[in-house]
């Protein structure tokens, strides 16, 4: 199966453009699978991917079923996803003539509420990267676009140069499924990238350009890690005690709009979400906050 879970992770870089945190969580999803099936099922383990077609959904519910003596439900369902996206690719190379996976019931997980900072902790944040060198104000425009244009991660660090139009204040993303959207970058962040790009080509020192809008100290784009590391950096210099990452940033952008009266399809479509439903996760929070106004404010609550 190595052989596999590595064209599917290949596949998932190259094609998919996922983020690098998200292939590492496949590859231990894949390689915990994978030593499962040669403890129990060797015979589904045949080189390239032939063996495949011997694993049923009574297998990776047996599976399923280790996993629960140490891990929880919310857990076992991300495994349980990652091997239903294994086998789609899989019936595509036509490794499997079916999606064992989906005939699995996923365990019943608790409802999570999206963690987002309030406006003035993102406030906060934006400020924090004060310096003049070109890294810091490449920060400050990664950090100001993230909460202006509610980005994924991914997009960002795959974000090319010729996708910013700043005249427009747009933003061209490559999401999900290689599906394309155009998302508002607001006139900060917009600001932000102009000041950056205007020192952008001292991270090249003398190389030949990259086509990606955001470079590390060498020339190189950025990766999703230094990201993760320059947000925890700033956070710290605010003394926000809260856990920041980006996809709270994205979160963030989300709920704000929400809870200024912003409407829900509007937002599924900035946020490139293919359901409406996963979407829909934002109204916890509006809810949250409506309540709290009403508690305050209402002169029988």
Request: aromatic fraction near 8%.
């Amino acid at each position: 199966m190595d052989y596999t879970a590595d064209a599917f992770l290949v596949y998932l870089k190259v094609q998919r453009h996922a983020s690098e945190h998200t292939i590492k969580n496949y590859a231990v999803d894949l390689k915990q699978f994978c030593e499962f099936l040669q403890a129990r099922h060797p015979e589904c383990l045949i080189e390239k991917g032939t063996g495949l077609k011997n694993i049923d959904p009574n297998i990776l519910r047996a599976f399923l079923g280790e996993l629960f003596k140490n891990l929880g439900a919310t857990s076992v369902a991300r495994k349980l996803s990652t091997l239903r996206s294994f086998f789609d690719y899989g019936l595509k190379k036509k490794w499997v003539e079916n999606n064992p996976a989906k005939q699995v019931k996923s365990p019943k997980v608790p409802k999570r509420v999206p963690r987002f900072l309030t406006v003035d902790e993102v406030f906060s944040l934006l400020a924090a990267p004060k310096g003049e060198s070109v890294l810091e104000l490449r920060d400050k425009a990664i950090l100001e676009l993230f909460y202006a244009s509610g980005l994924r991660l991914s997009e960002l660090v795959f974000l090319k140069i010729d996708r910013a139009d700043l005249d427009g204040g747009m933003v061209r993303v490559l999401g999900k499924g290689k599906k394309e959207r155009l998302v508002p970058m607001g006139k900060k962040a917009v600001a932000s990238l102009r000041i950056y790009l205007d020192k952008r080509r001292r991270l090249l020192d003398g190389k030949a350009d990259s086509e990606y809008l955001f470079l590390n100290k060498l020339g190189g784009r950025i990766s999703a890690r230094a990201v993760e590391r320059l947000i925890d950096k700033y956070l710290k210099r605010t003394g926000i005690q809260k856990k920041v990452t980006p996809h709270v940033l994205r979160h963030t952008f989300a709920t704000h709009l929400l809870n200024s009266g912003a409407d829900m399809r509007g937002i599924q479509e900035l946020l490139g979400h293919a359901s409406l439903s996963t979407t829909q996760r934002y109204t916890h929070v509006a809810l949250d906050k409506l309540m709290e106004i009403y508690d305050k404010t209402h002169p029988k609550a």
